[in-house]
């Protein structure tokens, strides 16, 4: 079924009637009603009438709001983003002014409200007021049904998620879509911190999705946030197609998946400048069984704070529903969700795809059945940074990395080598993994030292600089597969035994990877940033 009233603020309404579900009576039946908030007693007007004297409320709430008596005013019912299922307005609307506690991204919701379809409405202010929206004006944030697929029930919630500026105002706007009765209900705003398990799915599906007029459709799902820091991802766990759907979704095991890791730089849960690191093929496994199959990556990746993973089926242009969906209640959080389609196999790199990321949390409250196996925190000191920052030696020419990366010189690919270490460093239990990323797909060498070359600020070498000094060993040579790389790897010795660590105490690490392309220097190699890591008994 085509969802051609699919529509919501950041969508385009002919990016949205491309969506296509299993049949709703289905994909409906398994979610249970959400669980209704406090409600306060109805009471006559609570907010104001007019925009331009709204009600101000102070702190994230939860606050009241009684649209009973309002009227229709003329402000905000042209507004071109807050157009849901071809109805635009917003009726019986009241108003409030809300001051920004901070700079980030703030989410407004009236979950629990059991009365009436609500419509809300956010129109961005000043540091001094707010002003009434003019016709046609776009909102900073609209919405009338955080499930506009799944939630049957007659009391529609509403959530807006939209940018903030610290003591900036912004204007509410609550009321009814069009046709629907008055009532009473709270609302409250809530900072958006993308971290996991953001909205955790609860292990069954409501929703099975696929992009129309594509041969293959891509689920992609944000993790982490800008604290959790330095994790290596060894695997990618996802469902595929559902079990209430089995004779649409026409998933079947055996057929060939493809699943990717990307880094998100500025860790806002956008992929529009995701950075691949790794993309591998398998065969479905557990179809239409709502399980989650784990497929190993062959060789796992660091990311720092915020990536994102996702899984690729091939349905064909007839039919085939493999992204599984948990439309979980009102209160939870969604995850940050998008949709990517192709006429053909998906370009990983996001970069041409037929159908670019199309955001599903914008819209429905929504995570995949997807999760990624991780082995949190790293451990080790980075040192010698490709930055040319204070006193570290600046790069071989000018091609300097940004400080706050932590990772070597520019290579011909834009990006410095980057190393980290995963596990323990402990010569009775060593699990230490050395992880090396952001490299072109060529021959890459990790080596370890006993001393910081150059007192930790490096030395020019090729085109980056030398980090690790002192007596040298060569751990192993390998090749780098979407930038990315290991040691140990397949039967390679532990780090410990292969560096002849038998006695506590520091070692330095680097990464040594050839870069062929004219970029710099005449050489043809370059390195990553130290690593320097303190081995225990």
């Known amino acids: 079924m085509v969802r051609s009233s699919f529509t919501a603020l950041g969508i385009l309404a002919t990016a949205a009637t491309?969506?296509?579900?299993?049949?709703?009576?289905?994909?409906?039946?398994?979610?249970?009603?959400?669980?209704?908030?406090?409600?306060?007693?109805?009471?006559?007007?609570?907010?104001?009438?007019?925009?331009?004297?709204?009600?101000?409320?102070?702190?994230?709430?939860?606050?009241?709001?009684d649209t009973t008596g309002a009227t229709t005013g003329t402000e905000g019912q042209s507004t071109i983003n807050c157009i849901f299922a071809n109805v635009i307005g917003i009726e019986s609307d009241v108003w409030f002014e809300w001051v920004a506690p901070s700079t980030g991204s703030f989410e407004v919701t009236d979950c629990g409200m059991v009365f009436t379809d609500t419509k809300i409405a956010v129109y961005a202010g000043t540091a001094s007021g707010t002003t009434c929206p003019t016709p046609g004006i776009l909102a900073a944030?609209?919405?009338?049904?955080?499930?506009?697929?799944?939630?049957?029930?007659?009391?529609?919630?509403?959530?807006?998620?939209?940018?903030?500026?610290?003591?900036?105002?912004?204007?509410?706007?609550?009321?009814?879509?069009?046709?629907?009765?008055?009532?009473?209900?709270?609302?409250?705003?809530?900072?958006?911190?993308?971290?996991?398990?953001?909205?955790?799915?609860?292990?069954?599906?409501?929703?099975?999705?696929?992009?129309?007029?594509?041969?293959?459709?891509?689920?992609?799902q944000a993790e982490g946030d800008v604290t959790t820091g330095d994790r290596l991802v060894t695997g990618v766990r996802t469902a595929a197609g559902a079990a209430f759907a089995l004779t649409q979704s026409l998933v079947v095991d055996g057929n060939p998946i493809s699943l990717g890791v990307w880094e998100d730089p500025n860790d806002d849960g956008n992929p529009n400048d995701a950075v691949l690191l790794a993309t591998f093929n398998s065969v479905v496994s557990l179809a239409n069984t709502d399980q989650l199959a784990l497929y190993t990556l062959p060789t796992p990746v660091s990311?720092?704070?915020?990536?994102?993973?996702?899984?690729?089926?091939?349905?064909?242009?007839?039919?085939?529903?493999?992204?599984?969906?948990?439309?979980?209640?009102?209160?939870?959080?969604?995850?940050?969700?998008?949709?990517?389609?192709?006429?053909?196999?998906?370009?990983?790199?996001?970069?041409?795809?037929?159908?670019?990321?199309?955001?599903?949390?914008?819209?429905?409250?929504?995570?995949?059945?997807?999760?990624?196996?991780?082995?949190?925190?790293s451990t080790g000191t980075i040192f010698c940074a490709g930055d040319g920052a204070g006193s570290h030696t600046a790069c071989p020419c000018g091609n300097n990395s940004l400080p706050a990366d932590g990772v070597g010189c520019l290579s011909s690919i834009g990006s410095g080598g980057k190393l980290r270490a995963m596990g323990v460093s402990s010569i009775a239990a060593d699990s230490i993994v050395l992880q090396g990323s952001q490299m072109p797909n060529s021959s890459a060498l990790y080596f370890q030292g006993t001393t910081q070359q150059n007192g930790g600020n490096g030395s020019t070498f090729g085109d980056g600089l030398r980090c690790a000094g002192g007596t040298v060993i060569r751990l192993g040579t390998t090749t780098n597969v979407a930038g990315s790389s290991t040691y140990p790897f397949g039967a390679a010795p532990a780090v410990h035994v292969k560096g002849a660590i038998t006695s506590p105490g520091t070692r330095t690490y680097q990464g040594w990877y050839r870069n062929a392309a004219m970029f710099c220097t005449p050489s043809t190699f370059n390195l990553t940033n130290g690593l320097e890591l303190a081995w225990t008994p």
């Open 18 to 65: 491309s969506f296509a579900q299993a049949p709703a009576t289905q994909a409906i039946a398994a979610r249970p009603q959400p669980t209704p908030a406090v409600v306060f007693p109805s009471a006559p007007l609570i907010g104001s009438d007019t925009c331009t004297a709204p009600t101000l409320v102070v702190g994230n709430g939860p606050h009241q709001f």
């Open 303 to 377: 990311v720092h704070n915020a990536f994102f993973i996702g899984a690729s089926y091939s349905h064909g242009t007839g039919a085939g529903f493999p992204a599984p969906g948990d439309t979980n209640g009102c209160s939870s959080r969604p995850a940050q969700v998008y949709l990517i389609g192709n006429a053909g196999p998906i370009d990983f790199t996001l970069a041409t795809n037929s159908v670019p990321a199309l955001q599903l949390s914008a819209v429905d409250s929504i995570a995949w059945l997807m999760e990624a196996d991780t082995i949190n925190g």
């Open 141 to 220: 944030g609209c919405n009338d049904d955080i499930n506009a697929l799944a939630n049957t029930n007659a009391h529609r919630e509403s959530r807006v998620t939209f940018t903030t500026t610290a003591g900036k105002h912004y204007l509410i706007q609550i009321g009814q879509k069009p046709g629907t009765v008055q009532g009473a209900g709270t609302f409250e705003f809530d900072p958006v911190v993308f971290q996991p398990p953001y909205m955790r799915h609860d292990g069954t599906p409501e929703v099975v999705y696929r992009l129309n007029n594509v041969t293959d459709t891509m689920w992609m």
